[in-house]
């Protein structure tokens, strides 16, 4: 996600660019995430979110479901203080995340894995130091929505400065993924999800199916999961936008 933490400083240029980002998209969008995700999250839990950008998504999660700990992690080193409720911790992409197995009852990874350059080994490792990993991410379809999804990702992350490497996973791919490396544990998928339902109108147009909500694993008392979208198709690789 967008992180401030990019960047030693930003230019007047840059910081123009992040104030429109924020008011034209991201401050819905987050609302709507903490929503879509919030009642996943153990109340009075741990939560870790890895790729945390600006943590505000974090940070609504741990008012919300009264968090006793809650970390964002990012390969960036701190340049900004974390939000009240959280903790900022900078992370290495190639070693280990520096928390024991299955130490926080959830972990989050939301648009990360189309960032990371090695998704699987995030993914991996995620589910290691997590009994639940939540995931938010993108999916395309052919040439038409993978030029739409880089050019979104373009607006949303040059002005921090975060690379956007314009890899995205295709309908499919990541329950594949999931039933290789957590065979033992539920995976629900829901494609569609409108996290743009609350923004300006052009980008209200824009098609759900292009974003995904995935839940591997649970935590002790979990509310039950179905499959079934948010404001779009039934399941994943129904089709083409």
């Known amino acids: 996600m967008s992180s401030p ?35 996943h999250v153990a109340p009075g839990g741990t939560l870790l ?30 340049r900004e203080a974390p939000p009240p409720g959280t903790e900022y911790r900078s992370i290495d992409p ?6 024991a197995d299955g130490e926080f009852e959830t972990v989050l990874l939301v648009d990360a894995l189309h960032h990371a ?3 699987e080994r995030l993914f991996r490792e995620a589910l290691r130091v997590g009994r639940q990993v939540l995931v938010k991410d993108h999916l395309e379809y052919g040439l038409v929505s993978h030029g739409l999804l880089r050019l979104l990702d373009y607006l949303g992350n040059d002005p921090y400065g975060v690379s956007v490497p314009g890899r995205y ?15 033992g544990r539920p995976t629900h998928v829901r494609v569609g999800v409108d996290i743009y339902a ?19 694993g649970s ?13 779009g198709s039934p399941a994943a690789g129904q089709g083409p936008p």
């Open 5 to 39: 933490n990019a960047r030693r400083s930003y230019s007047a240029w840059d910081r123009a660019r992040i104030w429109l980002h924020r008011r034209a998209s991201h401050r819905h969008r987050i609302a709507l995430l903490a929503e879509v995700l919030g009642h």
């Open 49 to 78: 979110d890895l790729g945390c950008g600006d943590l505000r998504l974090a940070a609504a999660l741990a008012a919300e479901r009264h968090l006793t700990r809650c970390v964002g992690a990012d390969v960036w080193p701190q």
């Open 94 to 99: 190639d070693r280990a995340l520096p928390w």
């Open 117 to 119: 350059d090695d998704h």
């Open 169 to 183: 996973l295709r309908p499919g791919e990541f329950e594949a993924l999931a039933s290789r490396l957590a065979p």
């Open 198 to 216: 609350r923004g300006p109108l052009l980008l209200r147009l824009l098609p759900a199916r292009l974003h995904f909500v995935a839940v591997v």
């Open 219 to 231: 935590w002790k008392g979990a509310p039950a999961v179905t499959s079934a979208p948010t404001g």
